[in-house]
Each structure stands twice: as structure tokens, then as C-alpha cells.
């Protein structure tokens, strides 16, 4: 499978998924109108790519914005990669922050809660690709 | 209906209350979009940094997706002010029986729920995997009540046949007298 590669725009972020680079970024504001129509098949997509992407593989998320209906999406995705590394995968997974932002903080909190995933917190926010 | 007319003397500085936002008119992606920049530097401009920040902008954020999801009509009306230590973010559109429905019943739901009971049905709300017709994923009134907590009224009336026009307004206590800080 080839990687996927979405352009920001103004509402959506940019987003990579390369399974032989060991890499997944979504960078940028999401405010997309409808978040199950734009994030479906980037899940799906995901989906058939976790079982190929080997240890050492990073997930990185950088959102300055996002609706609701993102976090929602946003969780989703988090939980196909929780659950391919509950099956021994080893994956590192970096949610980036503003300095003293509680919105993505709290957003953090919320997945860690709500997933059960381990976050890399990492200051400083992320060009897009 | 003209918003102005409920208008409010804010107490600001003139200088400070220019800088808060009124708009009219359609609500596009690109428009929704304009909006949150628009908001971000202003709240940066009336507020200063704060943590919480962006957490306010995001709750107007909130009530134009509502709107723009839900809009039956072509304008909506949207309102960031500040009065004395409380900002308030109003926003009134025109939608269906079904969805002004829904919208009081959200806001009603919210108040009879303890904190506890707000962040349960976020959690099952947030898990249930599911997405609504309009692509939204029936988070937003929690998601405010969960940051600010029940400050958030809604109201209701006839327009038309099957037409309400549905006014928002969600109130934030910001901690401290603006006309101080």
C-alpha cells in the first residue's frame, strides 16, 4: 500500500500516512464541516496499514484547532493504534503543544483518559508537511 | 430580529469594546474559518495570554459549527462580548422543528445533569463511534458544558411553518474585571 497524503486547507490539516517510513502526522487546524465524510477513509486507510508498520513507528498529531466532531475522529484513530499496540506493536505516539495552551493539553488528557493510550507530550508546533 | 437592539452597555473602554465582534451574514466553511482568526486575535487583544485562551475561543467555535451545520436559512447572527468579567458568545440561525428540537433538548438535557453525569455522556457520546447526517458527532453543548460548565441558555421561536429561528448564548466567567486588568 502506497502512502496517503492529504493537503491542509484552510478547515483540514495535512495529513501523512507512510507505512514504509514508519510515520503518521496530521498537522494543522480541523474544523472540517462534516468529520465523518472527510475522516472515514483516512480510518480506513489507517486501519489496513497498522498491521504493516513496524516497531519504532510515530504517530504525530499537531492541532492548534479543532471541533468537536474532530475529537471524536480524532479519538478513533487513536484507538486503532492503541489497539495495534496492545497486540505488541511498538509505536510512539506525540501530541504537540502550544506553551501554555490548556486547549491541546486538556484535549490530551482526554484521549489519555478516554483510550487508555500513552501521549508523548511535546512542546512546540509542527510545520505543515 | 435585530441584535443590536438587546445591546447591553458593556461598561468597556471604547477602545476595548471596538474590538469586540458582531457579525451578520452567511456562514461558509471559508467564513467560519475567517471568524476563529478573527476571534483568536481579538481575544488575544481583550484578554492577554491566558491558558485558557483558546479553550474560549473554542467555544464560539462551537456554536458556528452548530449553525452552520444546522442553518436553514443563509444568514446567522454572532455576537463576542464582554460584559464586566463574563464573556458572552450568542449566536441566533434559522433551522428546522426537528433541529430547533434538538437543540433545546440538548441545552435542557444539560440542565438537569450533574458534572458527573455531563462528563458520563461525553464519554458516551465521544465512544459511541457514530457520526450524525450533517457529519457532526453530537459533542458540542457537552463539550462546553464539560469546559464551562451549564452556562448555556437556548431559545426558541416560530418563523415560519416548519422555520425557528434558535438563539445560543453560552456566558464564561473570565476571572477578573476587564475594566481593571
Redesign the interface.
Given at each position: 500500500m502506497g502512502p496517503l497524503s492529504i493537503a491542509a486547507t484552510?478547515?483540514t490539516p495535512a495529513i501523512l500516512l507512510d507505512p514504509t517510513a514508519k510515520r503518521f502526522r496530521m498537522v494543522g487546524?480541523s474544523?472540517?464541516?462534516?468529520?465523518?465524510?472527510?475522516y472515514g477513509p483516512v480510518i480506513e486507510q489507517l486501519k489496513q496499514a497498522l498491521p504493516n508498520m513496524g516497531d519504532g513507528s510515530t504517530f504525530e498529531f499537531c492541532l492548534?484547532?479543532f471541533?468537536?466532531?474532530s475529537?471524536?475522529?480524532i479519538?478513533?484513530i487513536l484507538v486503532e493504534i492503541k489497539k495495534a499496540m496492545d497486540s505488541g506493536k511498538q509505536f510512539e505516539v506525540i501530541w504537540h503543544i502550544e506553551a501554555?495552551?490548556?486547549?491541546?493539553t486538556?484535549a490530551a488528557e482526554?484521549f489519555v483518559e478516554?483510550c487508555g493510550i500513552e501521549l508523548t507530550l511535546r512542546e512546540g508546533l509542527l510545520e505543515n508537511p | 430580529m435585530n441584535m443590536e437592539s438587546d445591546k447591553q452597555p458593556t461598561g468597556l473602554d471604547p477602545e476595548l469594546e471596538k474590538s469586540l465582534l458582531d457579525y451578520k451574514g452567511n456562514l461558509t466553511?471559508?467564513v467560519?474559518?475567517q471568524l476563529?482568526d478573527l476571534l483568536h486575535c481579538i481575544a488575544q487583544c481583550n484578554l492577554g495570554?491566558?491558558?485558557?485562551?483558546?479553550?474560549l475561543?473554542?467555544i464560539a467555535?462551537?456554536l458556528l459549527?452548530n449553525a452552520?451545520?444546522y442553518n436553514s436559512g443563509k444568514e446567522v447572527e454572532f455576537r463576542w462580548h464582554i460584559e464586566g468579567s463574563v464573556l458572552m458568545v450568542t449566536i441566533r440561525n434559522s433551522a428546522s422543528r426537528a433541529n430547533a428540537e434538538r437543540l433545546l433538548e440538548a441545552v435542557n438535557s444539560i440542565e438537569r445533569m450533574s458534572t458527573e453525569q455531563i462528563a458520563l455522556a461525553f464519554?458516551k457520546?465521544?465512544?459511541n463511534?457514530q457520526?450524525?447526517e450533517?457529519?457532526?458527532?453530537g459533542?458540542?453543548i457537552?463539550?462546553i458544558a464539560k469546559k464551562i460548565g451549564k452556562n448555556i441558555t437556548a431559545e426558541v421561536r416560530p418563523l415560519g411553518q416548519d422555520e425557528f429561528i434558535c438563539t445560543s448564548q453560552v456566558s464564561a466567567d473570565l476571572g477578573f474585571d476587564l475594566k481593571r486588568a
Open positions: 484552510r478547515n487546524n474544523l472540517p464541516e462534516n468529520a465523518g465524510e472527510f492548534p484547532y471541533n468537536s466532531s475529537l471524536k475522529a479519538y478513533l501554555d495552551d490548556d486547549f491541546m486538556e482526554t478516554m | 466553511s471559508e467560519r474559518v476563529l495570554e491566558r491558558k485558557d485562551l483558546k479553550k475561543v473554542g467555535l462551537e459549527d452552520q451545520r464519554r457520546q465521544l465512544t463511534e457520526f450524525g450533517a457529519g457532526g458527532a459533542l458540542g457537552l463539550q
